[in-house]
């Protein structure tokens, strides 16, 4: 069975829904580019679509993503650390100097999981810089 989400609220709605019965956005009227629809779709309710959403952006190199990623890593989105670890590699993948306070931050967090913290550590190497470098300098000497 298919389930169908609001574009603009990701309530679930009817197949065939002209306007959600919770927001009232009209279905059709979802983002048309393919960058804002994986962007919208990071904030979706089921963890795999936020997962492949995060996988996409970093491997389309879009830089308009850095934001919503660097939200979804610094508030630990729903404690996925899958969601999580993807939004970190994608981060690193990108190579935005804007990512690194928070790929600084999750590398520092002892409550992170090991798997994002060490995609965290690999998005540093990849982004490079001084500050970048430093930390995973300071984590090695730890």
């Not at 630990?76 to 928070?102: E, F, M, Q, T």
């Not at 520092?108 to 490079?128: C, H, Q, T, V």
Request: charge should be neutral; hydrophobic fraction near 45%; glycine fraction near 4%.
């Amino acid at each position: 069975m298919i389930t169908y989400y609001c574009p603009s609220c990701w309530s679930t709605v009817v197949a065939n829904a002209e306007t959600c019965p919770t927001c009232g956005a009209r279905i059709q009227d979802g983002p048309a580019d393919i960058v804002e629809k994986y962007i919208a779709a990071l904030r979706h309710p089921e963890p795999m679509t936020r997962l492949r959403a995060a996988w996409m952006l970093g491997r389309m190199r879009a830089e308009r993503a850095v934001p919503a990623l660097v939200q979804l890593v610094t508030t630990r989105h729903a404690n996925d650390p899958y969601v999580i670890s993807a939004a970190a590699k994608s981060l690193g993948l990108i190579g935005s100097r804007d990512a690194v306070p928070c790929l600084i931050e999750l590398l520092r967090d002892p409550s992170a999981s090991f798997m994002a913290r060490a995609e965290a550590a690999e998005a540093l190497k990849r982004i490079g810089g001084d500050e970048a470098l430093a930390a995973l300098t300071d984590i090695h000497h730890r």
